[in-house]
Nanobody, 121 residues
Framework: VQLQASGGGLVQAGGSLRLSCAAS????????MGWFRQAPGKEREFVAA????????YYADSVKGRFTISRDNAKNTVYLQMNSLKPEDTAIYFC???????????????WGQGTQVTVSS
């Protein structure tokens, strides 16, 4: 699976962005998809995940209620809608695919390049 993330940018605090991750290669619809982020000087952290059916989603506590993950298997794309953005959301955001249920406790198999999100105060 090849993954291509896009949609990052510069936004003011309180604003919104929608990230997209387009997949190609193996059967996208059979993979759980996740978003992770890495801020400067910090370790990569889990943000959100969605099962391959789209029926279940998981979120980090820090983004719960503000971010929404979704997927469109017909378009081989997963999205991350980010609302009420905060300066602490500034990071490089990565999408990833897992041959499993999407839990961050297990390794993700494929990773895309990151897209930069910068939230100004």
């Amino acid at each position: 699976v090849q993954l291509q993330a896009s949609g990052g940018g510069l936004v003011q605090a309180g604003g919104s962005l929608r990230l997209s991750c387009a997949a190609s290669g193996r059967t996208f619809s059979k993979y759980a998809m996740g978003w992770f982020r890495q801020a400067p000087g910090k370790e990569r952290e889990f943000v959100a995940a969605v099962t391959w059916t789209g029926s279940s989603t998981y979120y980090a506590d820090s983004v719960k209620g503000r971010f929404t993950i979704s997927r469109d298997n017909a378009k081989n794309t997963v999205y991350l809608q980010m609302n009420s953005l905060k300066p602490e959301d500034t990071a490089i955001y990565f999408c990833a695919a897992q041959n499993g249920a999407g839990s961050p406790s297990y390794a993700y198999d494929y990773w895309g390049q990151g897209t930069q999100v910068t939230v100004s105060s």
